[in-house]
Structure formats: structure tokens, C-alpha cells
């Protein structure tokens, strides 16, 4: 059957998985005890009672909507390796930054595997109890990172078990692999079995016939057993307190306690969605992890009304989610775009073609808004009522924009972040995951958009962009041109301005009129594709007035995704970069930068090797325009694998300075240095990607930073 009847329940996995986390994540580390002393239940949201951000970064989001994209980066391969899985984790983790808890050796699991990774130990000792000792590999982790194992694999429980024992054993063993596998499996086949009883124990043949397998049959007897008794999840939970509390096992957060909590909210959950993620949460434990995985199997078990049917859990989600990789365009993220990647991995994995949408935002999925909210900067000046979809009411996707009372002063304004807000209030002191991100919009792109006006008159419209100035301040700029807005389909387009190398925070339309309006219109699709036509990064005395070599990070410098150790502005040029290993490697840009050249003046201060990357998946998925042992070199890497595409021999001199530049276009790759092509050569391995710097063992000064677009 078409794998094309599963993509709305992909959807709801989706959305289930971070309404979960985001319901669990404030009270994270918190004790049973202080949960039901200041709470009871937790039925709804609760980060503005504990003064912690709603929308975060988070380990269970991050690692589980980045790692299965090994699968798109090998191909789409059916017998996907733990190997393959693992070089994942080094191309889309920046160390001591993304995605995980970076709590040290032998403390953290995933910190313990990655380090095996980096050290060149494959899988599975990379995660073995032989290296890392057991303690450390039955920890909960790889069970919050499996759901995207199974909703690539939607109907086909043994696929999805399989590819989630590769991806467990990459930094997990024993217990911890056999309960993330049952749970895979479980997902899976519960994109069409929808009894829970039935699930549980058609799924239980999907786990290992050895000592780990039959600890957690014995356990799974036990906890079903308890549950089939009562339908009072706290004399269950008392159950789990007394025999499997945390105290029962060694390590700070045992795969044991936890996967009894996601059963036991399973099964006393019923069919209510807002019930399951609500006993998951209360019941303490870590509680986002266990919210997320019990959210997203019954958002595809229960379906996308489920979800809301309780209350609105939907609404202030708004389908955003933060995907915190060195992939750093595509960190500040929709649950709808991500359907969309593990829609495609599904039909490929399944051998079939689908229709995605080419645009960043068509609403596809019923009731999405993919981020658009209204945009207040002050409730007298605003006439927006509401953002919703259109889906549900005529069976044509698109934002609809209510507005009321819009007139000379009140405007009606939406907008979409396109980059994080790297305010104190965001991170850290409120999430020990600090926001990392490069822009999904730049300066000279161009923005298109189709607004459909259903009213009778014309309404007046224009774009506008938020961007940190040079102050670090958020501020305004409007495009010049006001458009009216005729009945029916309406295509727009703005180039934005140049905002000086500064990144852009929020893209939004707004609606004027000089005499009072009440409708409203429907923003049916918005895009921009390619690199930038022109960005630029200038010296850093002209991006923040006053820098000096002590200053180590400044808002336009955390757009660059950052893996080397010691990179800061410095007063005499843009950047100083240095690094002492292999490899380190600092980008800017978004996936869908095709033909580009990007340059900078650098001073070869001493390095192993150096130089400019392009069309970068990551930071181990890249060509590279190098300066290595006397040549000039264009490289292509991926993962451990590096090959020398072309080469010439080229004296450079430690303490000169170099204008060099490099240039993707098509299949043609050409190093520039002082305006002479010293290295050309063809290569279509890699189509598109960010841009920026390369070095291993030593340090440059860069100044300035371009962009330009090839047409």
C-alpha cells in the first residue's frame, strides 16, 4: 500500500513529540514530591509558571529529527549501519555545543559515544558497556532518539526495529537497546494498529532473544500486569517508586524507571492524548523525554484530532520546533517541514516517488500555521485577530490573517522567525542547551509570496524584516513599495535590504489602510530560494563599534555555526580564527545555497591546512578550497573520507595576507587567490550548501566575509 496515506500521521508523530517534550521540559530534574506539591497533574503548559522559554532547545528534539538523517546522506540505504549513523553524529554534532548534554566522560552517555566516535572506535563499542561501562551504556538515551526510526518506516515494525537497533548501539547497550528497539517498533506498527494491549504484545517478538531481552519481557510482565489491575496511574507509579525508582539502578537517569513511566502512561492513558502526555509528565522521572516518546506514539496511534481534543495544545506550539545542528539553517525549524523530510525518507525507503512541496511554507498539514503568529509591538497597534489554516474550511491550504479595525495608525501585522533570539531569557541561564543557529534569510534574497484577498475591496500591504542592528538591538525595516491587494491572487516579491551583515530575526507582512478595514486575507505560499545576490560582513569595528580581541562573542558572530575551539572578532579585522585539531570549521548559510562564490582577505598566520568551505552539509560534508603543504588544493570530504579533487603548487608565506576566493557553480569549482584562478576542477557530489571557514592546527585573521549569488 501507497506510503502516501501515513504523511498526516507523520505529521501528528511529529507535533505529539514536541508538545510532549515542551509540556515535560520545565520541570525536568524536578521530584515527584515538588511536581504534585506545586502542580497536581500537569494538564497544560507550564514554562511561564517556572520562568522558563516555551519554545527551547532540547537533547530529545535535536537528536531525534538530526540523526536519522544519516539515512538521507547515505542514499536512503534499507540496511543503514550503525557506522553510517555514527558518522552522522560527528557531521551534525559540534562538541561541548549541539544537541547533547555535555556532562564529561563516563558521566554522560552521549558524550561518553561521541568521544569513542571522535577517537575512530566504530560502533557498537562506541557505546558499549566494554568501553564505557554499563552503568553509563543503559541510560535512557537512546530511547528519546527513536521515534524518527519508526516514522520512516510507518506499517513496517521489523524495518523500524532494525534500523533502531543501528542507530541505539551507536552510543547505548544492554537494556537500553532492547526497550529503544521495542519502542521503535511500537510506533511503527501503531501507524495501523491502534489498539495499545495489541501493541504491546505483538511488538514484544521485536526484542533481543539474550539476557537484556528477557530482563525486559520480565519487567514488561510486571508493569502491564500492574496497570491491568487499576486504573489509578499513582498506584502504579507507587509501584514503580518502591521496586524501579532511580535508587534501584546506577547512573543518573536508568532506562528502567523511564520506560516503565512511558508504559504505564501508555496503557492508563487510553485514547486520550492530553491524558498520556499528562501522566508522563506528572509522574516526574525525565519527564520531557517520557512525554515526547509517549506524544509522538499516540499522535500517530490517536491521529491529528487527538491532539487537540481535550483542549488546545496545538495553538501555542504554533509547529515550532528548534533543531539545533551544525546544519545551522535549518535550526530554527516547523514541525511541517519536517514531515516533510521524513515523508521522503519513507517513500524512498519504501521505493516511491512523492510530491513535496518546493516552497518553505503552503500549510499543507490541517491546521498548521508552520510559525506564522501575530506580531505585537504594541496590543493599541495591532488589528490582527487570529492566524489560522484554511484546510479545514475549504480544502485549500493557506494562512488566513483575520484582521479588525485597520486603519491610519493600526496595522494588521504576522511574521515567522527566521533566526533565534539569542537573548538571556532564551539561553542559557534558562535551558542548558544553548541556542545555536545561522539565519534562514539573508540579506538580498528575494522573498516571494501569493496572498489571496477574499473581500470585496482592496487592502494595502507590505513586507517588513526584525534584525539585531548594530547596537545588538532588535529594529524595524519596511519594504519601500505598499501594494494593494486586489480580490483574488495576489503575487508579491521583495528583495531585502541590507541589513550590514546582520541577521535577520523575523520575516513579516503587515496590512495598512488609511480608512477602516475588517476581513480578512489567506497568505497561500511564501519562498525564497539560492544564496544571497550579495552579503557581506565588514571589519568588526563597523558590525559592533568598541570590539577588542577580549570580546569572544557578539550576536552577528553566533550566526556562524562554530566547531572551532577559539574564534572571536577582533578590533583590526571580522574574525580570528584558531583551532588545535583537525578539522575545525565555522559556517553560515542554509542548505539550498546552490551557485555562489564566497570570499574573504585572510592573513595566513600558521596552520596545518585552511581555507574556505562551500555547499557544506554539516561540518564533515563539504568541498573545501585548501592551503596545505606549499599548494593550493580543492578538496571534497565526507565524513573520514577526504579526496584531493585538484591541486597546484602555491607559496604562501606565514604573517601575508591572501584575497582568496572560491567559487561553486554547477559542476564548476575554481579557487581564487589575489584574483588569479590557481585551482579548477568539476565535481557534482555535493549541489548545494552553507559556506565559510576551514582550519586545522593553527590560526587566520579574516577580514570581511562576502556572499554573491550566481545566477
Not at 54 to 62: C, L
Not at 485 to 502: A, I, Q, V
Request: hydrophobic content about 35%; charged content about 25%.
Amino acid at each position: 500500500m501507497s506510503i502516501k496515506k501515513y504523511n498526516e500521521q507523520i505529521y501528528a508523530g511529529v507535533l505529539g513529540k514536541i508538545i510532549g517534550v515542551y509540556l515535560g521540559r520545565p520541570i525536568e530534574g524536578w521530584t515527584y514530591k515538588n511536581i504534585n506539591k506545586n502542580f497536581g497533574e500537569v494538564n497544560y503548559y507550564l514554562s511561564h509558571k517556572v520562568g522558563a522559554p516555551f519554545i527551547v532547545p532540547d537533547d530529545d528534539i535535536s537528536g531525534t529529527f538530526v540523526f536519522y538523517r544519516a539515512l538521507e546522506d547515505n542514499g536512503y540505504p534499507k540496511d543503514i549501519t550503525a557506522k553510517q549513523i555514527g558518522e552522522a553524529w560527528l557531521n551534525y554534532i559540534i562538541e561541548d555545543k549541539t544537541i547533547l548534554w555535555w556532562g564529561g566522560l563516563a558521566r554522560s552517555t552521549e558524550h561518553s559515544a561521541y568521544l569513542r566516535l571522535k577517537q575512530g572506535i566504530q560502533p557498537p563499542f562506541s557505546g558499549s558497556g566494554e568501553k564505557n561501562g554499563m552503568i553509563i551504556a543503559e541510560q535512557i538515551g537512546s530511547q528519546i532518539f527513536i521515534d524518527t526510526w519508526a516514522m520512516v518506516n510507518p506499517g513496517n515494525p521489523e524495518r523500524a526495529a532494525k534500523m533502531a537497533r543501528e542507530a541505539a548501539i551507536v552510543s547505548h547497550d544492554g537494556i537500553a537497546v532492547e526497550a529503544a528497539v521495542y519502542l521503535a517498533a511500537i510506533e511503527a506498527m501503531a501507524f495501523d494498529e491502534k489498539n495499545i494491549d495489541t501493541l504491546l504484545s505483538e511488538c514484544r517478538k521485536y526484542i533481543g532473544d539474550n539476557q537484556y531481552g528477557k530482563e525486559l519481557n520480565s519487567l514488561l510482565d510486571a508493569v502491564i500486569s500492574k496497570c491491568d489491575e487499576t486504573n489509578d496511574w499513582l498506584k502504579v507509579r507507587e509501584w514503580i517508586e518502591e521496586n524501579h525508582n532511580y535508587s534501584k539502578y546506577k547512573g543518573n537517569c536508568p532506562m528502567v524507571t523511564n520506560h516503565l513511566a512511558v508504559i504505564m502512561a501508555l496503557k492508563l492513558g487510553g485514547d486520550n492524548f492530553r491524558k498520556s502526555i499528562s501522566i508522563a509528565t506528572s509522574c516526574g522521572w525525565d519527564t520531557d523525554c517520557n512525554s515526547g516518546n509517549v506524544g509522538c506514539l499516540n499522535g500517530i496511534r490517536l491521529g491529528l484530532d487527538a491532539i487537540n481534543e481535550q483542549c488546545d495544545l496545538r495553538g501555542p506550539v504554533a509547529d515550532r520546533m528548534y533543531v539545533i545542528s551544525s546544519d545551522g539553517g535549518d535550526c530554527v525549524y516547523d514541525a511541517v517541514r519536517e514531515t516533510r523530510k521524513i515523508f521522503k525518507a519513507a517513500a524512498a525507503l519504501n521505493d516511491e516517488i512523492v510530491d513535496i512541496p518546493s516552497e518553505r511554507y503552503t500549510f499543507e498539514q490541517r491546521g498548521s500555521v508552520q510559525g506564522f503568529m501575530i506580531h505585537t509591538k504594541h496590543p493599541f497597534e495591532q488589528a490582527a485577530k487570529s492566524v489560522y489554516n484554511s484546510l479545514d474550511t475549504t480544502g485549500n491550504p493557506g494562512l488566513v490573517i483575520e484582521y479588525e479595525g485597520v486603519s491610519k495608525g493600526i496595522s494588521a501585522s504576522v511574521a515567522v522567525q527566521t533566526y533565534v533570539d539569542p537573548t538571556p531569557t532564551a539561553a542559557p541561564d534558562t535551558s542548558y542547551y544553548e541556542v545555536y543557529a545561522s539565519p534562514a534569510l539573508y540579506s538580498s534574497q528575494t522573498v516571494t509570496a501569493t496572498i489571496e484577498n477574499e473581500m470585496d475591496y482592496n487592502i494595502n500591504f507590505r513586507f517588513f524584516i526584525d534584525y539585531y542592528n548594530e547596537k545588538d538591538e532588535i529594529a524595524t525595516i519596511y519594504s519601500e513599495k505598499i501594494e494593494s491587494l486586489n480580490k483574488g491572487l495576489n503575487n508579491l516579491e521583495w528583495k531585502t535590504p541590507d541589513t550590514g551583515g546582520r541577521a535577520i530575526y523575523k520575516l513579516g507582512l503587515e496590512l495598512l489602510s488609511d480608512t477602516r478595514k475588517d476581513g480578512k486575507v489567506i497568505l497561500r505560499k511564501l519562498d525564497w530560494k539560492g544564496a544571497p545576490e550579495y552579503f557581506h560582513m565588514g571589519l568588526a569595528d563597523e558590525l559592533t563599534p568598541g570590539i577588542s580581541p577580549f570580546v569572544t562573542r557578539t550576536k552577528w558572530m553566533m550566526a556562524f555555526m562554530n566547531s572551532t575551539r577559539h574564534t572571536g572578532p577582533d578590533f583590526l579585522a571580522t574574525l580570528a580564527i584558531s583551532h588545535p585539531e583537525d578539522n575545525g570549521v565555522l559556517t553560515i548559510g542554509t542548505i539550498d545555497w546552490e551557485d555562489y562564490s564566497v570570499s574573504s582577505r585572510i592573513q595566513y598566520v600558521h596552520a596545518k591546512e585552511t581555507g574556505l568551505v562551500s555547499r557544506a552539509k554539516g561540518h564533515r560534508r563539504y568541498y573545501g578550497a585548501i592551503l596545505k603543504d606549499g599548494k593550493a588544493q580543492i578538496v571534497l570530504r565526507k565524513g573520514r573520507e577526504i579526496k584531493v579533487l585538484a591541486e597546484n603548487k602555491y607559496n604562501y608565506i606565514e604573517g601575508d595576507w591572501y584575497d582568496i576566493e572560491f567559487e561553486v557553480n554547477n559542476t564548476s569549482l575554481v579557487f581564487k587567490i589575489n584574483n588569479e584562478a590557481i585551482v579548477k576542477c568539476n565535481d557534482d557530489t555535493y549541489k548545494s550548501g552553507s559556506t565559510g571557514y576551514m582550519i586545522s592546527e593553527g590560526a587566520i585573521v579574516a577580514k570581511g566575509f562576502t556572499v554573491k549569488g550566481i545566477n
